[in-house]
């Protein structure tokens, strides 16, 4: 699909802090992976389809709900139940990205250590900030930020389905993940994620 009416759908969710792409009128991966994010935080079944519901959501749409309030005026927020990031920048939304979390399957990596694939809760910090690809043992990541040691980040990703499939990171879209690094101190940064 393309034509002002797509223009129109990326302005308002650049407006609205989810990053679409450029506003050029043409749905692509961007905005498609902007609407599923938009989605996941109204709580409407994410299709990526603009239909009645979204229309009406875009037109009085809610706030992501904040799940640590004194986080700090530079943090990360992750939810699983969701699968959604909400970068705030002094005290402000700055970025909403859809991501794909740990898919909680039993798996072994080439090492021998077998495990859960959970993404865990907690508090964190960004530790590093790895840029490019970077092969990892169960595969590969783009322009990592981590937030345990060097085993967890907030990674690109060719594929982040809206399902939860990763091995434990967090993954955010490829568009995202080119400029996420440079909105984010690393190390420093909080990172909270929640159920």
């Known amino acids: 699909m393309a034509g002002p009416d ?9 407006a609205l802090k989810y990053y679409a792409g450029p506003a050029d009128g043409q749905f692509g991966t ?6 599923w994010a938009f989605q996941e935080v109204q709580g409407i079944t994410p299709t990526g389809e603009v239909g009645p519901i979204t229309r009406q959501a875009l037109a009085h749409p809610q706030s992501p709900a904040v799940l640590v309030p004194d986080g ?12 959604v990031l909400v970068l705030y920048r002094a005290g402000q939304v700055a970025l909403i990205s859809h991501v794909s979390t740990g898919g909680g399957y039993y798996y ?6 077998c495990a859960y694939a959970i993404t865990p809760t907690g508090d964190f910090r960004t530790t590093a900030f790895i840029p490019g690809w970077v092969t990892v043992p169960l595969g590969e990541m783009y322009n990592p930020v981590f937030f345990i040691d060097t085993a967890y980040a907030i990674h690109g ?21 080119q400029f996420f690094h440079t ?3 690393a190390p420093g940064t909080p990172v909270y994620i929640r159920a």
């Open 6 to 14: 797509v223009r129109q759908l990326q302005l308002r969710l650049a």
């Open 30 to 35: 961007d905005t498609l992976e902007a609407v």
């Open 72 to 83: 700090g005026s530079l943090r990360i927020e992750i939810s699983l139940s969701r699968e």
């Open 108 to 113: 072994c990596s080439p090492g021998g250590g």
């Open 157 to 177: 990703d060719t594929e982040v389905p809206l399902q939860p499939v990763s091995h434990g990171c967090v993954r955010i879209p490829m568009d995202i993940a």
């Open 183 to 185: 909105l984010v101190s």
